[in-house]
């Protein structure tokens, strides 16, 4: 075991000793409402704008896409209740679920749908999902409760791309009189009631909510930045469910008698992202050389204490291939420093690389392991750690040259992707690498409806990442939720949403 490992274990154990003695407001007994604890505070309420995966785990709760996915990642109706292809691929129709409301008592029909489409496609809001529904020429509406998209093209994994959070549906009064990043008003499972940024947020259960649930009368989230202080509220107590990002902490609940911890393998990745547009980096030897020299498993033990998996560009294990098929998975050092030779940089230079605290809380860790590795190869690593806001809104900006960072996955390789990686792409400049073979196969990847050629178009767009080597990808996670005994039915998810939150149950 390395030396950081062991004072990385140490340290979690000290604040875990210290937490025991931190006063958390009390559980209501008998109530039932849910207390739950995170870390890490949502960054604002706008679905189509937030990055933040702490937004989006929130936003989840309030709002509703036309499709989700469910805990084995197949798309499943949410606000649609069915869909359908024309047979040249070119029209897609949803039908709608009626007698939904909105949390304001107004009905949901086709115009909020085409209204929620047309600002995400609207340039000017700078929607997070925009690259993917590009593919959108226009859209009608025969009736309340049937959309009609007209696409410029056969977009296979436009459906998919529906499934974002980011695609929510949003009432078409709120985007035509209010104002979005203020009004949360949805179709949700939950109804926010208050938001007190870093403190609390209180929802209460949507009485009129079209699905199952919710079971409970409302959720009260409580920030307590510390997870060694979550964890010590659990065992007090005063907490029912919690999420857990630190895999140093949650491992801690293993075996807990009155906690249940459910440990779900994630489909986000940890990445270090590098951006080739900026010197040296712009130089493939260099950026080949700092893939060569990053011992990726030595990352996931020292910083996640082994609780991961080394991983490729693609995550989701219908598309992902071996690690042996890709570009220097294996260190090699010798290889780094002939690469660095060749591009006239063996004298080395200084990284400088951002680090968002908290999320994920094993970012700093993961940067030191790097900054340390890649020494061998003469590169100065400086960090630069950030609160979480702030690291958002300088990687929304591009004002960086490299970044830890922890991304979601999504079940499609198109738009997990195309937003980074296709020309025009919304986050194009922040990927920071333009590339035409990249570009070529995420648009073969979108309209082929093969399912095995579509496996091996995506099979060679991993190979090409990692032959280029724009970021590095380093590991997907474990999702950690924490439970007290008596609270029963929540699915965890591969990619770590609380929609789920909506079918609990408090048997006190």
Known sequence: MSLAKVVRIVLMGALLVMAVGVTVPGAAQGSNTLIMARAVDATGLDPHLQTAFSSLRLLDLIYEPLVRTDADLNLIPALAESWEFSDDGLTLTFHLRQGVTFHDGSAFTSEDVIASFKRILDEATGAATRSNLLSIDSMDAPDDYTVVLHLNLADVPLVAALSSRNAAILSSDVIANGDPTKDAIGTGPFILESWTPDEKTVLK???????DGPYVDGIEIRNIPEEASIVAALRAGEVDFALLNDPLIATLLEGDATITLNRTPDISYHVLQLRAAVAPLDKLEVRQAISCAIDRQEVVDVAALGEGQVTGPLTMPAFRIPLDQLFCYTPDLNKARDLMKQAGMEAGFTLPV???VAEPPT??????????QLKAINIDVQIESLELATYVDRWLAADFTAAIALNGGRPDPYPMYSRYFQYGAQFEKVAGYEDDTLDSLMRAGQTETDPAKRYEIFAEFQ???AETCPWIWLYTQYNYTAQQSYVTDFTPTPDGYLFYLSEIKLNR
């Open 463 to 465: 190979k090409h990442l």
């Open 354 to 356: 951002i680090v968002g």
């Open 363 to 372: 970012a700093l860790s993961e940067a030191q392991v790097i900054q340390e």
């Open 205 to 211: 259960a949507n009485p009129n909510y079209w699905g």
